[in-house]
C-alpha cells in the first residue's frame, strides 16, 4: 500500500518571465509544499545593434527568487535556443542549483563547433552541464 493517497494531485506553481526582445518566456516553477524551485529556458539579453549582453531578464527571475526565500534547485534548458542566448550559467552562479539539458546537445556542440571553427578549447561532451538526460529520465524539485 502506497504511502500517498491515490488521488493525490501535486501543482507546481509557475511564474512566467516574457522578454519582448526574444519573444521568449521563461519560468520559475516552485515546488507548492517547499521552497525549493527550478528555472526553465533562462533568457540572456542582447543588444545585437551593439553587440552587448546584459542580465536584465535573469535578474528579474534572480530577485523573484530570494525576494520569495526560495531555493533553486535545477535550471534547465528544455532545447537548444537559437532564438536567444541562455543566462543559466550566470543564475547558476548567483543562486547555485544543477543545470541540465538534453544529451543530444552534444550533437549540437559538435556540428556548431565545426560550422564556427571552433578549436580545441570549446568541449563537445556536455561537460558544461551538471546532467545530460536521455529520453525518460526525470528530475524532483522539492517534494
Known sequence: MSDYPVNMT???EVTAFFDPDTNTI??????PESAAC???DSVMDIDYA??????GHADRMIAF?????L??????????HADHLSAAPYIQEKLGGKLGIGAKIKVV???FGKVFNEGTDFQRDGSQFDKLF??????????
Open 10 to 12: 501535486i501543482k507546481p
Open 26 to 31: 521563461s519560468y520559475v516553477v516552485k515546488d
Open 38 to 40: 527550478a528555472v526553465v
Open 50 to 55: 551593439a553587440g552587448r549582453i546584459s542580465f
Open 65 to 69: 527568487i530570494q525576494e520569495h526565500d
Open 71 to 80: 531555493k533553486l534547485e535545477w535550471i534547465i534548458e528544455t532545447h537548444v
Open 109 to 111: 556542440q559538435e556540428t
Open 134 to 143: 536521455e529520453d525518460g529520465d526525470t528530475y524532483q524539485v522539492g517534494a
